[in-house]
């Protein structure tokens, strides 16, 4: 039965390749999964750039919007409730939506009321209630990303994952933009007639746009129960005790409410299956390096920037008129790679790309001040981060595959993809102080080649294997 379903998946791979590339993205599953990138990304700028510039507009000193930047800690940590996510059923919803939806249904509406509530709040009256209702955002945010994820990856097959991811990035940064240029709309408008809650209006109109995600909860289909693999020999009916015997369903489902058991399932056994995956040490190495040359240089752009001589206003509307088009397009440019290539060749093409790109960097760091410079350099450093965003989170998708432990999984290899940009790029300002721009990002060249290596070793590594077998 199992060679049978992996052979029908088989052939409607094939035949889903017949089809012009266009019609991946319009595909009803692909189209849910825009929507859920729209209402992944807009919470993000509602608690972080928007938030900074709300209270900065209202007088805040400096030191307490540096200090509103740790809000955006749950992102990095939500892998530690990540198990919560898989284990736990949400009474009412998860018996009339299903296990995945009712995740995404219960943290939307959360959404909803949180910025609603963070939008109500004076920054300068209550600067501290402000800071835990956003932080509270953050977490429900997160817990969002989560539910998403897994719904993402166990929704998709490989025909139609890489043009969903399209679809989710484009949407992502669509929100990001909406969250901030859109609210300062909204709020400038009704600042114009006098109204004093101008900023209330404008997150009142991104708690609206949550309705997006909500759509897409009901528009969407459950994610199918993964079989199991490996039942359990002691939940066989027993002959003896006649039609009351015990169901292998009934049996399984008292022995998994013994509270050690449902914790060591939540919080032990996802790590446990992942473990188990051939070079699983050298996987996640991999994961943190591959972006690391490309979060290394975007660390330090806008600061590299204003230094060379660029003003705000030309970084800014070149970043936004330049780089998001660039970035929608490169995020197309990866669906069809990721599609049409195998995932070792759709890594190798990325990966080489994001290292090649920084040269632009290298070059303009000696051009000077030229605008025209600057519009080619972020767009080939959009474009080619766009198409190296794509192919690696279709990467990192494929590489959760336990449906039970799906949100758990992808949470942890998310996190670990983001400690490149978190953690290891903390140093690039010094670096660029000590040595120069020219040499800082030659040396983001180079801070690509681990990556690219780990990738040579799994890919030689795999092909032994395979060999072998």
């Known amino acids: 039965m199992a060679r049978r379903s992996q052979t029908n998946s088989r052939s409607l791979d094939r035949e889903a390749t017949l089809h012009?590339?266009?019609?991946?993205?319009?595909?009803?599953?692909?189209?849910?999964?825009?929507?859920?990138?729209?209402?992944?990304?807009?919470?993000?700028?509602?608690?972080?750039?928007?938030?900074?510039?709300?209270?900065?507009?209202?007088?805040?000193?400096?030191?307490?919007?540096?200090?509103?930047?740790?809000?955006?800690?749950?992102?990095?940590?939500?892998?530690?409730?990540?198990?919560?996510?898989?284990?736990?059923?949400?009474?009412?919803?998860?018996?009339?939506?299903?296990?995945?939806?009712?995740?995404?249904?219960?943290?939307?509406?959360?959404?909803?009321?949180?910025?609603?509530?963070?939008?109500?709040?004076?920054?300068?009256?209550?600067?501290?209630?402000?800071?835990?209702?956003?932080?509270?955002?953050?977490?429900?945010?997160?817990?969002?990303?989560?539910?998403?994820?897994?719904?993402r990856v166990e929704s998709l097959g490989q025909s139609d994952a890489a043009a969903a991811m399209s679809n989710y990035v484009a949407a992502y940064r669509i929100a990001m933009l909406s969250a901030g240029a859109g609210t300062v709309f909204v709020v400038e408008k009704f600042e114009q007639t006098g109204e004093a809650s101008g900023w209330f209006w404008g997150y009142a109109a991104m708690a609206l746009l949550m309705g997006f995600g909500v759509a897409a909860t009901f528009w969407a289909r459950e994610p199918a129960a993964e079989p199991d693999a490996n039942p359990d020999p002691d939940t066989s009916p027993d002959p003896d005790m006649g039609e009351n015997s015990p169901t292998p369903s009934a049996r399984q489902t008292s022995h998994l409410v013994h509270p050690s058991h449902q914790i060591y399932r939540a919080l032990v056994m996802p790590f446990k299956e992942f473990a188990?995956?051939?070079?699983?040490?050298?996987?996640?190495?991999?994961?943190?390096?591959?972006?690391?040359?490309?979060?290394?240089?975007?660390?330090?752009?806008?600061?590299?920037?204003?230094?060379?001589?660029?003003?705000?206003?030309?970084?800014?509307?070149?970043?936004?008129?330049?780089?998001?088009?660039?970035?929608?397009?490169?995020?197309?440019?990866?669906?069809?790679?990721?599609k049409y290539c195998s995932v070792p060749v759709s890594l190798w093409v990325a990966g080489i790309l994001q290292m090649v790109s920084n040269v632009v960097f290298v070059a303009l760091a000696y051009t000077g001040p030229e605008v025209a410079y600057l519009m080619g350099a972020m767009g080939v450093e959009n474009l080619t981060g766009g198409l190296g965003t794509v192919v690696f989170v279709a990467y990192l998708s494929s590489l959760c595959q336990a449906r039970e432990f799906t949100a758990t999984q992808y949470a942890l290899l998310s996190a670990l993809s983001a400690s490149g940009r978190t953690f290891l790029a903390a140093a690039s300002g010094y670096l660029a102080a000590a040595i120069g721009w020219g040499a800082f990002f030659t040396a983001t060249i180079f801070a690509a080649l681990p990556g690219l290596f780990m990738l040579w070793w799994l890919t030689r590594y795999a092909h032994k294997r395979a060999e072998r077998d």
């Open 20 to 151: 012009p590339p266009w019609q991946a993205f319009l595909q009803p599953k692909a189209l849910v999964v825009l929507l859920l990138g729209f209402s992944s990304g807009l919470p993000l700028a509602l608690t972080g750039s928007t938030l900074s510039l709300w209270m900065a507009d209202r007088g805040v000193d400096l030191g307490t919007i540096g200090l509103f930047s740790l809000v955006g800690l749950p992102y990095v940590l939500k892998f530690a409730w990540a198990p919560l996510v898989d284990a736990i059923r949400i009474p009412g919803l998860t018996n009339w939506l299903g296990r995945r939806r009712a995740w995404l249904l219960a943290t939307q509406l959360a959404l909803i009321l949180a910025i609603l509530a963070l939008g109500s709040i004076d920054p300068t009256k209550t600067p501290y209630l402000l800071a835990l209702v956003a932080l509270c955002v953050a977490i429900v945010s997160a817990t969002q990303d989560i539910a998403i994820d897994a719904f």
């Open 276 to 338: 188990s995956k051939p070079n699983w040490v050298a996987i996640l190495l991999f994961v943190v390096l591959f972006k690391f040359g490309d979060a290394f240089a975007g660390a330090m752009l806008s600061a590299f920037a204003l230094d060379i001589g660029f003003t705000k206003g030309d970084y800014a509307y070149v970043a936004n008129g330049v780089g998001f088009p660039a970035a929608l397009l490169g995020g197309v440019l990866g669906g069809v790679v990721a």
